[in-house]
């Protein structure tokens, strides 16, 4: 059974940092891109970060830049997101994805998702 298990979110001040991880099974993890979205109410679901395990490239949004940090650690098949400096307009559910076939694509195309971590920030 594919699995995409995100952990780690929760409520921190502006300013502060939190570690998101997503540990996936059921597939050949090294096969795929993986992803982070985030999706706000009212908000259309946002690309944030994206990993190619295989070979380590990486993407992250005008947003982020500077501030988040993506990292696989293949022997664990778990991808982490290292969210510095936080800003109350982060505030989302994360979720990770999983695709084969596209590096950093849009959410249309991710094969596997994850059920999503909250991410609160307060001002």
């Known amino acids: 059974e594919v699995q995409l298990v995100e952990s780690g979110g929760g409520l921190v001040q502006a300013g502060g940092s939190l570690r998101l991880s997503c540990a996936a099974s059921?597939?050949?993890?090294?096969?795929?891109?993986i992803g982070w979205f985030r999706q706000a109410p009212g908000k259309e679901r946002e690309r944030v970060s994206c990993?190619?395990?295989?070979?380590?490239?990486?993407y992250y949004a005008d947003s982020v830049k500077g501030r988040f940090t993506i990292s696989s650690d293949n022997a664990k098949n778990t991808v982490y997101l290292q969210m510095n400096n936080l800003k109350p307009e982060d505030t989302a559910v994360y979720y990770c994805?999983?695709?084969?076939?596209?590096?950093?694509?849009?959410?249309?195309?991710?094969?596997?998702w994850g059920q999503g971590t909250q991410v609160t920030v307060s001002s």
């Open positions: 990993i190619s395990t295989s070979v380590g490239d990486t």
């Open positions: 994805a999983a695709d084969r076939t596209h590096y950093c694509a849009g959410y249309e195309w991710y094969d596997y």
């Open positions: 059921g597939f050949s993890f090294d096969d795929y891109v």
